[in-house]
């Protein structure tokens, strides 16, 4: 009986790990695609990069 507890308790605690990591991973790149396109939008605008980064900083909180 521990043996089983322990076992689905390391289990489980793997994937956790596993899934917390792809997660992050996942996160990351949704981010930099908004990113990306939010810069993209501000350049269609006609800002200058200076303007751009400024403005992309503000709207994203950095």
Do not use: C, P, W
């Amino acid at each position: 009986m521990k043996n089983t507890i322990l076992a689905l308790g390391v289990g489980f605690l793997i994937g956790r790990h596993i899934y917390k990591k792809y997660d992050k991973k996942e996160a990351d790149r949704k981010e930099a695609q908004v990113k990306k396109r939010l810069i993209e939008t501000l350049e269609d605008l006609g800002l200058t990069k200076r303007e751009v980064k400024s403005q992309s900083n503000h709207i994203l909180r950095r």
